[in-house]
């Protein structure tokens, strides 16, 4: 029998839990609250590698839908057997893109190692002045992709915001992994950190001044996007009864590009510096924590559903049905 550890005189803090969890088995922790929740949504939304699931699925993969979010043992316990192949292939193959994300975490910019720093930087230098890095952030600049809620735009362009940034992103980091396949956006949780993170490199030409004295979210504001019933209330505010543009991209993005000031503060110029991403990574993520307990999505048909210039076959067919589920695009949020 392995000895036990002396029991330490003081609570575990929070470095002291982190190590007693790298002892654990498996290395990473499991929450089946959280895999559960995906794991319906996913099998809710009857989308996987592009198809849909058989529009007649017996009682029982109603069951296992259902049951998902009490967690995934009891998913697979009530997952329908055959003669139901399809459904339950369907299902090992929705367990495996949770796994598959699982491997690609995007962190707390704050719980990074100095050597993890290291390496984001790093592949940012090697990147810095070649086309394709020059040419991804002149994307953002190109006010036609309609992604922000501006003059001009129209009201499509509201319910493009999220999406639209989730697949550039998405492309960034794709990029980076090309120089360093091991790094990831890490993400500024900017409502509990009032710290800009200055690490950050910062190329040539990129001006990071004083920021304002105020103007970032509190945990408050983000807590009370989280509970918004639709996903036109959560991303950009009241609409009915009352215009109150207060949701998401004004309250927990504009301000916080305003309060960085600088290149970071006009639409034009802030896709320049590489703290961006970090900023749209915490973006992204409230998001998807909202669309854990929610199931609406962007109002979009046609063109405007299509997340340009990626969205010919050719540039990756993105849609904003096809960036609505983080597991399926292969990465999650520590």
Same mark, same amino acid.
């Given at each position: ?6 029991? =330490? ?25 959280? *895999? ?7 099998? =809710?939304?009857?989308? *996987? ?22 967690? *995934? ?24 893109? *949770?796994?598959?994300?699982?491997? +690609? ?68 980091? $794709? ?17 509990? $950190? ?24 509190? +945990? ?7 509970? +918004? ?9 009241? @609409? ?15 301000? @916080?590009?305003?309060?960085? +000031? ?45 997340? $340009? ?13 096809? @960036? ?11």
């Amino acid at each position: 029998m392995t000895p036990k550890k002396a029991v =330490a005189a003081g609570f575990p803090t929070a470095e002291d839990a982190l190590e007693i969890a790298s002892e654990w088995a498996p290395a990473q922790l499991v929450d089946s609250e959280e *895999i559960g929740l995906r794991l319906g949504r996913m099998m =809710a939304d009857g989308q *996987i590698d592009g198809t849909a699931m058989a529009p007649s699925m017996p009682a029982e993969a109603g069951a296992a839908t259902h049951t998902a979010a009490v967690g *995934i043992g009891e998913a697979v316990r009530n997952a329908p057997t055959p003669p139901v192949p399809m459904e339950m292939e369907h299902l090992r193959s929705l367990v495996a893109r *949770i796994v598959r994300a699982s491997q +690609r975490v995007r962190k707390d910019q704050r719980q990074l190692s100095g050597a993890e720093r290291e390496r984001f930087n790093e592949a940012l230098r090697r990147l810095d002045g070649t086309p394709a890095y020059k040419d991804l952030v002149a994307v953002h600049e190109d006010m036609s992709h309609r992604h922000h809620t501006m003059n001009g735009m129209g009201p499509e362009a509201t319910q493009r915001f999220l999406p639209w940034h989730r697949a550039y992103c998405l492309k960034f980091e $794709d990029l980076l992994r090309t120089a360093d396949p091991g790094v990831t956006i890490p993400y500024w949780d900017y409502a509990g $950190d009032h710290a800009r993170p200055d690490w950050v490199w910062k190329p040539s030409g990129v001006n990071r001044p004083n920021p304002a004295a105020s103007g970032l979210p509190t +945990r408050a504001t983000i807590d009370g996007l989280l509970v +918004r019933p639709t996903y036109t209330a959560f991303t950009f505010g009241r @609409v009915m009864g009352g215009v109150r543009p207060d949701g998401l991209e004004v309250a927990a993005h504009n301000n @916080v590009h305003n309060w960085c +000031r600088g290149t970071l503060g006009s639409p034009m110029t802030s896709s320049r510096d590489p703290i961006f991403f970090l900023l749209h990574a915490n973006v992204d993520r409230i998001w998807d924590q909202w669309q854990l307990t929610h199931t609406g999505g962007p109002n979009l048909a046609g063109a405007d559903a299509g997340l $340009d210039p990626w969205w010919t076959q050719a540039a990756g067919g993105l849609t904003a049905d096809g @960036v609505k589920d983080i597991t399926v695009l292969g990465y999650s949020y520590q």
